[in-house]
């Protein structure tokens, strides 16, 4: 479910607030990479915290923990709340970065691709320059064994026969 940007204001504080704004669309976008892995490394660490205080709370309305206040928490909304934004936030900022990094990756091989070229065209022509490939493709290789002019049944009439002497010296 999406969360509004009133209910981000409202589970977040001031500068958790002004950390998950920068993670809206057009804001992310005016990033440098710099401070954008910068804002990956903080809201992480924010994300975190959230959860392993959304964790205790739980615990501590299961009766299985120990209250950090006087009295145990009776509902833990606000803090599953403040996490699931700070989650959503941090999906934004994964989603970015990857987009980044695949954006640079297509750059990177359209110019690998480019200097390719330049030093294919560059080349000589003809098999000199690389004399490790036969140049006539690929051809059927012709099979060198001696076809055998015994009929397969003789051989293995054969064997049957040799078997059987065998067998019969062997009960002596």
Do not use: C, W, Y
Not at 6 to 18: C, I, V
Not at 73 to 78: E, H, I, L, M, V
Not at 94 to 111: H, K, P, T, Y
């Amino acid at each position: 479910m999406a969360i509004s940007r009133k209910e981000e204001a409202r589970a977040l504080s001031a500068d958790e607030h002004e950390m998950v704004e920068k993670s809206h669309h057009p804001a992310v976008q005016e990033l440098s990479d710099s401070d954008l892995s910068g804002l990956v490394k903080l809201l992480r660490e924010r994300r975190d915290k959230a959860q392993t205080e959304a964790h205790r709370r739980r615990r501590e309305i299961r009766g299985k923990g120990v209250a950090k206040g006087a009295a145990p928490s009776k509902a833990d909304g606000g803090s599953q709340m403040k996490l699931a934004v700070l989650a959503m936030a941090m999906r934004r900022l994964n989603g970015e970065a990857e987009r980044r990094r695949q954006l640079a990756a297509r750059i990177s091989l359209v110019d690998n691709a480019r200097k390719a070229l330049a030093l294919k065209q560059k080349a000589p022509d003809g098999p000199a320059h690389n004399s490790r490939t036969a140049h006539k493709g690929m051809r059927a290789v012709a099979n060198r064994k001696v076809p055998s002019l015994v009929r397969p049944a003789e051989l293995g009439r054969q064997r049957k026969a040799a078997k059987v002497a065998q067998a019969k010296r062997d009960a002596r």
